[in-house]
């Protein structure tokens, strides 16, 4: 693609001894702007609608030696060039980077990159995975961005619906989709990743990172890398590392990102590549379908997620006692949720879901605390599936590890969806720096849903012969975490001014007292619990925000803290004695928490085993 017309040759691209215009950073000169990402992901339709009406990027129109495509023209979209003379100018060392892809020539000419930097502009490349390497490695001073389908089925959606190409050349560029967006893992490649789910959001996001390379963030791009993806540092940093005191995302930089300026408008568009090309507009290209919302870009995931989630509400709802505020019967919104999928009952479901559903927390983040394992690790995967983005929280470095293997192998999440964060939330500094953690990794966003998930029982907490210890650890963790995790929350909600839900997983202990083997301690935290769930809510409420908040009650499941949490008791564990519920019993009340209508607030969901007796 490009911004201006010309039907001269393609000029030849000057042969340059240095990398680019922008070898020696100054931060007055803006940085270039990689873009990278499968064919029909969406390139092209973002990098237009970033330059629209902004004349602070040029274009970089590349050489190529495939044919133009109707409506194409030479040098606006691409300098349409023939393979011996491409060939041939490469051999000269005109080009910074060329590429082969999906069997033809390309490439990015000096000369070019070189015309937009002298303009003062910052340079927007459109590369493959091939080029990008090359441009990271010629040290251009660039922040490169990937650009990720939200499913395969959905590229293959856009690519159809394009209707540029054969099926065999659609067939081709699924084929190498693959290897290119497995490219997101190579370390120091990239610095951010952006799904293109809905175009408004992921342009936001572009807009975001544009505005830093507008800054000139001289240098930073290979420092920024390391701060892209959180989970490829979990295998490449050792075990361990990070200091008390500072939380770490397992692949945060230290690395301040700049603080964002807000955006700048001005028309026009870029200046042509070779300085001599016409100076009349292009004619846009056809702006992508705006109404591509939840129930058409959502696609098949989209749906699917809506069968599981009417799942999930019907083991919900069979099983809970739901304290609901609001107009509605708790169940109603996901009444036929978990109807065969092929009826036209279905497909209205779907619809309503669709509307209320999880599918417009799709892409959204939340924050689960206690991920490592048993209920947070369970909602970890619920949300990841629905299509959350997830940060989670844990002390411990290798069952984060864990569950990254477990959300990106099993249940295929995007890698750039998951940040794992080490920290212990009874750490006053580490709570408090996890927004600026997460608005490292995804600049435009924040905490929209705080899960507040890790609580702990101490044995040795009777008020005849407790330890101490045992009391601060239980209280810290159970309430002042909690606090600490909910303010740190809401505050970053009220600065972003998108207010989410705050869910509380509390305890049967939290409505009535159980006092055997010293556990009264542990209903004691619960019992605070429930008041401060109840106090969030009505200073919300006095506030005039729309934050809701829930809580999830459950009474015995099967999970590490009921199996080793034996309250007094030798032998047995409460978990031995009946058939407990599992953590995703518990996951599946959460997500039908956030899945209820936005009139609707979920505040409580009682969910005891059936064997269960107190
Ligand atoms: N390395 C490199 N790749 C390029 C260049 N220009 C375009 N590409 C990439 O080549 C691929 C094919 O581009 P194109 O033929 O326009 O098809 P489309 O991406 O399916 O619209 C895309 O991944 C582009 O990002 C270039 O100058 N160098
Ligand atoms: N977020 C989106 N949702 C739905 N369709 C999209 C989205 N982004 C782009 N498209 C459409 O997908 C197709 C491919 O986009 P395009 O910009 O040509 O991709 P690329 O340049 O990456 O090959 C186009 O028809 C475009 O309108």
């Not at 700049?258 to 009349?280: F, H, I, K, V, W």
């Not at 569950?403 to 080490?422: C, D, K, N, R, Y």
């Amino acid at each position: 693609m490009g911004a201006e017309q010309s039907t001269e040759a393609p000029p030849a691209p000057e042969a340059q001894t240095q990398t680019g215009a922008h070898e020696q950073p100054d931060k007055h000169i803006p940085a270039a702007l990689v873009i990278c990402g499968p064919s029909g992901v969406g390139k092209g339709t973002l990098i237009r609608k970033l330059m629209e009406g902004n004349e602070r990027f040029g274009f970089s129109c590349s050489h190529t030696t495939r044919s133009p495509r109707e409506g194409e023209q030479n040098g606006v979209h691409y300098w349409f060039t023939s393979k011996e003379l491409m060939q041939q100018q490469i051999k000269d060392g005109k080009f910074l980077e060329t590429a082969s892809v999906h069997g033809q020539l390309y490439g990015t000419s000096r000369r070019t990159v070189q015309s937009v930097a002298a303009s003062g502009k910052s340079c927007i490349l459109d590369i493959d995975v091939q080029g990008a390497r090359q441009v990271r490695e010629a040290g251009l001073n660039a922040l490169f961005v990937f650009i990720a389908p939200p499913s395969d089925q959905e590229l293959e959606k856009r690519l159809r619906g394009r209707g540029t190409e054969s099926e065999e050349q659609i067939q081709q560029r699924m084929a190498n989709a693959k290897a290119e967006i497995g490219s997101v893992n190579e370390e120091g490649l990239y610095d951010y990743v952006v799904f293109n789910n809905e175009v408004e959001d992921a342009l936001a996001q572009l807009k975001d990172i544009a505005e830093q390379a507008l800054q000139g963030l001289s240098g930073q791009g290979a420092k920024l890398s390391k701060a892209r993806d959180a989970a490829d540092a979990i295998a490449a940093s050792p075990k361990g590392s990070q200091q008390s005191g500072t939380p770490k995302a397992l692949a945060a930089s230290n690395q301040e990102l700049q603080p964002l300026l807000a955006n700048p408008n001005g028309p026009t568009r870029a200046e042509p590549p070779g300085g001599a090309a016409g100076s009349q507009p292009a004619s846009p290209a056809p702006v992508p379908d705006a109404a591509a919302g939840p129930s058409s870009s959502g696609g098949s995931s989209g749906s699917s997620t809506i069968r599981k989630l009417g799942a999930a509400a019907s083991s919900a709802a069979s099983t809970a006692a739901a304290a609901v505020t609001g107009t509605q019967p708790a169940a109603e919104a996901a009444a036929g949720d978990a109807k065969g999928d092929t009826s036209a009952a279905a497909v209205s479901t779907e619809l309503s879901a669709n509307e209320f559903g999880m599918v417009r927390w799709k892409g959204k983040v939340a924050l689960v605390t206690g991920a490592s394992s048993g209920i947070g690790r369970a909602i970890c995967v619920e949300l990841a599936q629905a299509g959350m983005r997830v940060v989670a929280i844990a002390r411990r470095r290798d069952r984060l590890e864990d569950l990254q293997q477990e959300l990106v192998g099993t249940h295929s999440m995007p890698i750039a969806h998951f940040l794992p964060v080490v920290c212990d939330i009874t750490k006053e500094a580490e709570v408090v720096a996890l927004p600026r953690i997460i608005s490292k990794r995804w600049p435009e966003a924040g905490i929209d849903v705080l899960v507040n998930n890790a609580g702990l029982g101490r044995n040795n907490a009777s008020l005849f012969e407790g330890s101490t210890q045992s009391w601060v650890e239980m209280v810290s963790t159970n309430v002042l975490g909690v606090c600490m995790c909910t303010r740190e929350a809401v505050q970053d909600m009220k600065r972003r001014g998108k207010w989410g839900q705050v869910i509380n997983i509390s305890s049967m202990s939290g409505h009535r007292i159980v006092t055997a083997g010293g556990s009264g301690f542990y209903s004691a935290t619960k019992q605070a619990l429930r008041t401060l769930t109840e106090t969030l809510r009505q200073e919300a409420r006095a506030l005039g925000v729309p934050l809701r908040v829930s809580s999830v009650s459950p009474g015995v499941v099967d999970t590490e803290f009921f199996n080793t949490a034996r309250f007094g008791q030798a032998g047995e564990s409460l978990a031995d004695k009946m058939e407990a519920l599992a953590p995703q019993d518990v996951a599946h009340a959460v997500v039908w928490a956030l899945e209820a209508p936005p009139r609707m607030d979920v505040n409580d969901i009682l969910v005891r085993p059936t064997a269960q007796s107190s």
